[in-house]
T-cell receptor, first 114, second 114 residues
Framework: GNSVTQMEGPVTLSEEAFLTINCTYTATGYPSLFWYVQYPGEGLQLLLKATKADDKGSNKGFEATYRKETTSFHLEKGSVQVSDSAVYFCALTPNSGGYQKVTFGTGTKLQVIP | DTEVTQTPKHLVMGMTNKKSLKCEQHMGHRAMYWYKQKAKKPPELMFV???????INESVPSRFSPECPNSSLLNLHLHALQPEDSALYLCASSAAGGRSYEQYFGPGTRLTVT
């Protein structure tokens, strides 16, 4: 079956530090890959996505590249802010027609301290 | 407008009560979803509606009853819940039929069963 593995958290960084949150996946074919963010007390928001190998998704200074050879979709940001403190979920949908269930990773909590 | 709204924001109910959660979107999406999220866990899919018809029920107990009155509205009727049903209930919507379509989430209803 499909699965998504994320690094354990929490990840604690100082403001302006470089962020990497690792995500690897298992799926047949070419799934679509997503990063969602959940701020405290809120629902999930799509942060970025990539739908084919070597695509780079980017938004709000965050980036992730779809690496088919390493089955990875690591999230990066060059300089984090306190406002980036949230839980980040890596997710995939498989490559086939019709509705396909989203597989979420377990989530990584990011804490950014001033 | 990329907003999914949910009401109420918080709900406390006894095990013998009947209550309903409501979700609304005006993005023209024809797929709508209910998820359950426990603390520090990713969302778990409960139901999927596609073109106002129930297409997926993830073996959810019958004390949860979904309803899709029209393409913009989604309800979740609750009856005789158990304390372990306490969680954040998230509604989401997306375009229908495509694997790469991202889901847009509402802020959720925080449900407490006493």
């Amino acid at each position: 079956g499909n699965s998504v593995t994320q690094m354990e958290g929490p990840v604690t960084l100082s403001e302006e530090a470089f962020l990497t949150i690792n995500c690897t996946y298992t799926a047949t074919g070419y799934p679509s890959l997503f990063w969602y963010v959940q701020y405290p007390g809120e629902g999930l928001q799509l942060l970025l996505k990539a739908t084919k190998a070597d695509d780079k998704g980017s938004n709000k200074g965050f980036e992730a590249t779809y690496r088919k050879e390493t089955t990875s979709f690591h999230l990066e940001k060059g300089s984090v802010q306190v406002s980036d403190s949230a839980v980040y979920f890596c997710a995939l949908t498989p490559n086939s027609g019709g509705y396909q269930k989203v597989t979420f990773g377990t989530g990584t909590k990011l804490q950014v301290i001033p | 407008d990329t907003e999914v709204t949910q009401t109420p924001k918080h709900l406390v109910m006894g095990m013998t009560n009947k209550k309903s959660l409501k979700c609304e979107q005006h993005m023209g999406h024809r797929a709508m979803y209910w998820y359950k999220q426990k603390a520090k866990k990713p969302p778990e899919l409960m139901f999927v509606y596609s073109y106002e018809k129930l297409s997926i029920n993830e073996s959810v107990p019958s004390r949860f009853s979904p309803e899709c009155p029209n393409s913009s509205l989604l309800n979740l009727h609750l009856h005789a819940l158990q304390p372990e049903d306490s969680a954040l209930y998230l509604c989401a919507s997306s375009a229908a039929g495509g694997r790469s379509y991202e889901q847009y989430f509402g802020p959720g209803t925080r449900l407490t069963v006493t």
